[in-house]
């Protein structure tokens, strides 16, 4: 007699596990590549960023920039209300309807590509098998010519404060929670912490936000980290740069935190939110080669150590963001069915949406200055623009790096209002090697915050014209 795993087995070119940005981007791939294709995903679809991530903070943010210019600008723009008030559940809510509709919106995707989305938590087995377990106890075996693990990562604890969903929060956590915190320590001013900082903050609950290393955003140009800094302090924030957590003790009257800046300190809170990194999600039997910190390694064709065994996204380690984990799964898929030679990801954006939002791509100042570059710096402050000033976010510069010779980009940074929108066109600026006189020559509208990037260009080579 049959088991019920046999009588479900199916073949497939491609089985992917994972069904986030780099799962399902690498499953409607290969779809279109004529492949036929299963994902497992053990929750919804769209992966961390879908549902826990990117999505659902924006949505947020969108809600503190909203509530912060009716509130604290609204007579600057000649409104007046009685009181501005807001719903906390409303606004929670508003986050996980939009996370709902994207949903849906890949269901349907990958309905329409025809691929089988199977729902339950993947296993490997020997060479080209994977097995799946759903929650309903039903098991599926699959057969597949090449798999790819798109699995991903998730929020990382801290020894000494472990995840409790109470007081002591994952992003994933702060991200549903029933009632807003009077006060709120974020250990960790990546771009995570730094977006919860403003929100949290934005709605009035009392932010202290931690800091190991000298400055916010430490990957970010210092000089763009130094401004965050001041624009967060003037917010409200209580930042804590250079700051390490000696000690944390968390009960039910709340969190207390010993630091060590400057001078030893304690900070008390109702709440803590840890945002210090991720740590990768491996699936049941993958037995592949790790790097050290324990992600899966791959080859450039995105191979792991075992044959026809691929994998892509966050689970390849850094950097941990959701273009990078598509762009890396196509380029696999693509490699995987046809003659093309992958690529990696090496130049990417990088986006803070807090507000003042902060975005770059390329080499930080810091960066070209240790590879001993000659390079020149443009910079054009927002308040020097005509757009920026009539939608009243004067805030910010941009500070593009050219090559001193050859005049050849070499890095953006922007932070200020549509910063991370701003950054598109100097990322393809930089993609295809454009040198000072080609964004020179490419006419910017007016008036638009992208007059700025004109501005610093123009700016670098001394003939910037509104300065
Ligand atoms: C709070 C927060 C904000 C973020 N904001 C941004 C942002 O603004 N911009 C940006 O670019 N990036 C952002 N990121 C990062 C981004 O979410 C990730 O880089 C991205 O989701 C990685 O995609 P992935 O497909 O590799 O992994 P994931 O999105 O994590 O997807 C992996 C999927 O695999 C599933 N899975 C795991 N194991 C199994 C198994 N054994 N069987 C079946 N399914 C399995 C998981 O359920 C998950 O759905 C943010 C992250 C967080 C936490």
Same mark, same amino acid.
């Given at each position: 007699?049959?088991?019920?795993?046999?009588?479900?087995?199916?073949?497939?070119?491609?089985?992917?596990?994972?069904?986030?940005?780099?799962?399902?981007?690498?499953?409607?791939?290969?779809?279109?590549?004529?492949?036929?294709?299963?994902?497992?995903?053990?929750?919804?679809?769209?992966?961390?960023?879908?549902?826990?991530?990117?999505?659902?903070?924006?949505?947020?943010?969108?809600?503190?920039?909203?509530?912060?210019?009716?509130?604290?600008?609204?007579?600057?723009?000649?409104?007046?209300?009685?009181?501005?008030?807001?719903?906390?559940?409303?606004?929670?809510?508003?986050?996980?309807? &939009?996370?709902? !509709?994207?949903?849906? /919106?890949?269901?349907?995707? @990958? $309905?329409?590509?025809? *691929?089988? +989305?199977?729902? =339950?938590?993947?296993?490997?087995?020997?060479?080209?098998? &994977?097995?799946? !377990?759903?929650?309903? /106890?039903?098991?599926?075996? @699959? $057969?597949?010519?090449? *798999?790819? +693990?798109?699995? =991903?990562?998730?929020?990382?604890?801290?020894?000494?404060?472990?995840?409790?969903?109470?007081?002591?929060?994952?992003?994933?956590?702060?991200?549903?929670?029933?009632?807003?915190?009077?006060?709120?320590?974020?250990?960790?001013?990546?771009?995570?912490?730094?977006?919860?900082?403003?929100?949290?903050?934005?709605?009035?609950?009392?932010?202290?936000?931690?800091?190991?290393?000298?400055?916010?955003?430490?990957?970010?140009?210092?000089?763009?980290?130094?401004?965050?800094?001041?624009?967060?302090?003037?917010?409200?924030?209580?930042?804590?740069?250079?700051?390490?957590?000696?000690?944390?003790?968390?009960?039910?009257?709340?969190?207390?935190?010993?630091?060590?800046?400057?001078?030893?300190?304690?900070?008390?809170?109702?709440?803590?939110?840890?945002?210090?990194?991720?740590?990768?999600?491996?699936?049941?039997?993958?037995?592949?080669?790790?790097?050290?910190?324990?992600?899966?390694?791959?080859?450039?064709?995105?191979?792991?150590?075992?044959?026809?065994?691929?994998?892509?996204?966050?689970?390849?380690?850094?950097?941990?963001?959701?273009?990078?984990?598509?762009?890396?799964?196509?380029?696999?898929?693509?490699?995987?069915?046809?003659?093309?030679?992958?690529?990696?990801?090496?130049?990417?954006?990088?986006?803070?949406?807090?507000?003042?939002?902060?975005?770059?791509?390329?080499?930080?100042?810091?960066?070209?200055?240790?590879?001993?570059?000659?390079?020149?710096?443009?910079?054009?402050?927002?308040?020097?623009?005509?757009?920026?000033?009539?939608?009243?976010?004067?805030?910010?510069?941009?500070?593009?790096?050219?090559?001193?010779?050859?005049?050849?980009?070499?890095?953006?940074?922007?932070?200020?209002?549509?910063?991370?929108?701003?950054?598109?066109?100097?990322?393809?600026?930089?993609?295809?090697?454009?040198?000072?006189?080609?964004?020179?020559?490419?006419?910017?509208?007016?008036?638009?915050?992208?007059?700025?990037?004109?501005?610093?260009?123009?700016?670098?080579?001394?003939?910037?014209?509104?300065?």
């Amino acid at each position: 007699m049959k088991t019920s795993v046999e009588q479900t087995t199916k073949q497939y070119d491609l089985v992917v596990i994972g069904g986030g940005p780099a799962g399902y981007v690498a499953a409607i791939r290969a779809s279109q590549l004529g492949k036929k294709v299963a994902c497992v995903e053990k929750e919804q679809v769209g992966g961390t960023c879908l549902n826990w991530g990117c999505i659902p903070t924006k949505a947020l943010l969108r809600n503190a920039e909203l509530f912060h210019l009716m509130r604290d600008r609204a007579t600057e723009f000649g409104f007046s209300f009685e009181k501005v008030a807001y719903d906390w559940g409303s606004i929670i809510g508003r986050s996980r309807k &939009v996370v709902q !509709q994207n949903v849906q /919106g890949i269901d349907f995707l @990958l $309905k329409k590509h025809r *691929i089988d +989305l199977i729902r =339950g938590e993947a296993k490997l087995g020997v060479e080209g098998e &994977v097995t799946v !377990q759903s929650a309903e /106890g039903q098991a599926h075996s @699959l $057969k597949a010519d090449k *798999i790819l +693990l798109a699995t =991903g990562a998730k929020p990382r604890p801290l020894p000494q404060l472990p995840f409790n969903g109470h007081n002591v929060l994952s992003s994933r956590d702060a991200l549903a929670l029933e009632q807003q915190p009077t006060s709120i320590a974020i250990i960790g001013a990546g771009a995570i912490g730094c977006e919860f900082a403003y929100f949290f903050n934005a709605f009035g609950t009392k932010v202290t936000l931690i800091e190991m290393q000298p400055h916010l955003l430490p990957q970010e140009d210092s000089e763009v980290s130094e401004a965050l800094n001041k624009a967060f302090h003037q917010q409200g924030i209580s930042v804590h740069t250079g700051t390490r957590l000696l000690d944390a003790q968390a009960d039910e009257d709340g969190v207390r935190l010993t630091l060590e800046g400057q001078e030893r300190h304690t900070v008390e809170a109702q709440m803590c939110l840890v945002a210090v990194g991720i740590q990768p999600v491996l699936p049941e039997g993958a037995n592949v080669e790790l790097t050290e910190r324990g992600y899966i390694q791959v080859d450039d064709n995105y191979q792991t150590s075992r044959p026809n065994l691929y994998a892509a996204g966050d689970i390849i380690g850094p950097p941990w963001l959701a273009h990078v984990a598509s762009f890396e799964a196509t380029q696999a898929v693509e490699g995987m069915f046809s003659e093309h030679k992958p690529r990696q990801a090496k130049l990417f954006p990088a986006c803070t949406y807090c507000q003042p939002q902060v975005a770059s791509v390329g080499l930080t100042e810091q960066a070209a200055r240790e590879r001993n570059i000659a390079y020149k710096v443009g910079k054009f402050p927002f308040s020097a623009s005509g757009k920026a000033r009539a939608i009243g976010e004067p805030e910010g510069f941009v500070k593009l790096i050219f090559g001193e010779t050859y005049g050849e980009l070499l890095g953006a940074h922007i932070i200020g209002s549509e910063a991370t929108e701003l950054i598109a066109e100097l990322n393809l600026a930089l993609t295809l090697e454009a040198t000072d006189e080609e964004i020179k020559a490419t006419m910017h509208a007016h008036p638009t915050l992208s007059e700025a990037v004109y501005e610093a260009t123009e700016q670098a080579f001394g003939m910037a014209i509104h300065l």
